[in-house]
């Protein structure tokens, strides 16, 4: 189980907004000071992600919990967003290399291959999203937290 902290923005009617920010690993590692993709790192825009996830538990905005998402879920879109187009950039590739025997004709098919293997993609992608192992769960809910106002 891949485990992620998140933050939660709102939550009305048993459905919770949450905000999770992508994380470079850089910030762990010894040789952070001379290491070209920490630069590139700093250089592009934060991403923000927001999800919607079911939680009967009322949330408090601020309040932090923690995300998981099975593997099997993670690996199996990976499958899907890259080989399933590079499976059909080669194979449609080849293909017309075969029969035209010209350069230009694999390249042409090469593009065949990988619109249609995107297009393959986005409809099993749209069949996974309703099973549950790609979906996030939250496994553990911080502490609220508390303000403080001064007497």
């Known amino acids: 189980m891949l485990r992620e902290w998140a933050t939660v923005i709102d939550w009305q009617q048993g459905i919770a907004t949450l905000r999770c920010e992508q994380q470079a ?3 762990s590692c010894q040789s952070k000071a001379s290491c070209g993709t920490r630069v590139l ?3 592009g825009p934060q991403v ?3 999800l919607q996830i ?3 538990q009322p949330l408090s905005p601020g309040q932090r919990v923690e995300l998981g998402i099975p ?3 993670v690996l199996l879109s990976a499958l899907l967003v890259y080989m399933v187009p590079l499976l059909g950039i080669l194979l449609c590739s080849g293909l ?7 350069d230009i004709a694999a390249v042409i098919g090469a593009v065949i291959g990988g619109v249609v293997g995107f297009a393959i993609a986005r409809f ?3 069949k996974f999203a309703t ?4 979906h996030p769960i939250i496994l553990q809910i911080g502490i609220p937290s508390v303000s403080q106002t001064g007497n």
């Open 25 to 27: 690993g850089c910030s």
């Open 131 to 134: 099973n549950a192992s790609v």
């Open 71 to 73: 593997e099997s879920g």
């Open 124 to 126: 099993y992608a749209a």
């Open 96 to 102: 017309f290399y075969y029969w035209l025997e010209s």
């Open 48 to 50: 923000i992600h927001d």
């Open 54 to 56: 079911p939680v009967e």
């Open 41 to 43: 790192n700093k250089l």
